[in-house]
């Protein structure tokens, strides 16, 4: 039996595309194999990747200008490729720190701005406090960062996995003091609703999240910003060599592109990303809605027009009855609500494959559990 599954990434998946994964997995298409088992450069496998990257362009409209690109390392390695590419010695980057997501990007940042002979700095951190207890309950407004006018990029995360903290992003032009080319983490809220992504310069998001197993990871470049990355880097480590080769270079994780192409035909499916993020604000509404009618006995630490649409932070009175919580919920087939073991409490990840009836379930859940301990 499948549980409703709140987990943070890796995280549930629309079941028709695990389903039709799993029809599909002795004998792809009649072919008499898996997909797994076909060459990258077979023209049955060519297909699935092609239609995965028409797929990501049909439904974010995502223009010529741009490339969908499928890379890999996760978005931890793009916190290190995108200073390796773009920032050249004596060059500067900025960076807007929100969360613990961001702040890695910064610190893998000065690593490699190190390496490379250039610097990074901070143009708005919304923490508050110091070392392990520093945390995060606001996204960073308009005119709060302080911007370098010749930094080479400056790198945001629209939204902080482990804080619950989501930008309300203008995507064209979210800082108006910058004028640098915009690099985003978008892994935890990539693909939520419809948005402009050919307004950033280049976008990248850990697939497993929104949009398929982890191995694979989705950049959206614009081909502008891909040119002038560097060219003396190791080809691989190089936008411009995925970009040429349609992500074909190396062997790519196949299997993860094709049940991205998967979570793509079904997002396609149900209406596209319109009714993908009408459903997310109704499945946030919901879950915001009922903790907030409890104060006394649910906190959200997140500021109101911070609070993440898809993961949704938020403390008991204390640790025990957390606890008790997340085990009265394993109890009853909820999975994955348990906070980030650096910030603790709860959270629940609300993202496009979780269904309206499951958020209701845990909301009833909920509203039983404050009732008896309240
Ligand atoms: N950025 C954000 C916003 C994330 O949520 C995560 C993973 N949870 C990462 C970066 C790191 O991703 P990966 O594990 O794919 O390197």
């Known amino acids: 039996m499948r549980v409703l599954n709140f987990n943070p990434g890796p995280a549930a998946l629309p079941l028709p595309a695990l389903e039709r994964a799993r029809d599909e997995l002795l004998d792809f298409a009649g072919t008499g194999m898996s997909v797994m088992e076909h060459s990258h450069r077979g023209k049955d496998y060519d297909a699935v990747h092609t239609e995965a990257i028409l797929l990501m362009r049909e439904l974010y409209g995502v223009p010529d200008s741009h490339e969908v690109l499928f890379m890999t390392g996760g978005a931890s390695q793009q916190f290190a490729q995108v200073p390796l590419s773009f920032l050249k010695p004596g060059e500067s980057a900025d960076y807007v720190v929100t969360g613990a997501w961001s702040q890695k990007a910064f610190q893998e940042g000065e690593r490699t701005a190190r390496f490379v002979g250039a610097s990074v700095r901070v143009a708005a951190d919304t923490g508050v406090g110091e070392g392990k207890a520093r945390s995060y309950t606001r996204a960073a407004g ?3 960062i302080e911007a370098d006018p010749n930094a080479a ?8 996995t482990i804080h619950g903290v989501q ?3 203008d995507p064209r032009r979210p800082f108006p003091s910058s004028k ?3 690099v985003v983490d978008m892994s935890s809220d990539f693909l939520w609703r419809k948005l402009d992504v050919s307004a950033f310069d ?4 850990g697939a497993q999240k929104n949009l398929g197993p982890s191995g694979v990871t989705l950049v959206i470049a614009s081909k502008a910003f891909v040119a002038r990355g560097r060219e003396d880097l190791p080809k691989i480590l190089q936008y411009r060599t995925n970009a040429s080769e349609r992500s074909l270079y190396n062997t790519p994780p196949t299997f993860a592109i094709y049940l991205v192409r998967n979570v793509l035909a079904w ?3 149900v209406g596209g990303l319109e009714e993908i993020e009408r459903l997310n604000r109704e499945k946030a509404a919901l879950l915001y809605d009922c903790l ?4 006394e006995f649910f906190r959200c630490p997140v500021a109101k027009d911070s609070r993440s649409v898809m993961n949704v932070v938020f403390r008991l009175p204390t640790e025990a009855l957390e606890a008790d919580l997340v085990a009265r919920a394993k109890a009853s087939g909820m999975v994955g609500i348990k906070g980030h073991r650096s910030v603790g409490g709860l959270r629940v990840s609300l993202y496009n494959a979780i269904p309206l009836d499951a958020v209701e379930a845990l ?12």
Do not use: C, M, W
């Open 142 to 144: 308009p005119g709060e």
């Open 202 to 205: 280049l976008v990248y998001a």
């Open 292 to 295: 907030d009618r409890s104060p």
């Open 267 to 269: 997002v396609k499916s």
């Open 180 to 182: 640098a080319p915009l």
């Open 167 to 169: 930008f309300g992003i």
């Open 363 to 374: 909301v009833a859940l909920l509203q039983a559990f404050a009732k008896q301990h309240g």
């Open 153 to 160: 990029y400056l790198h945001f995360t629209t939204n902080e």
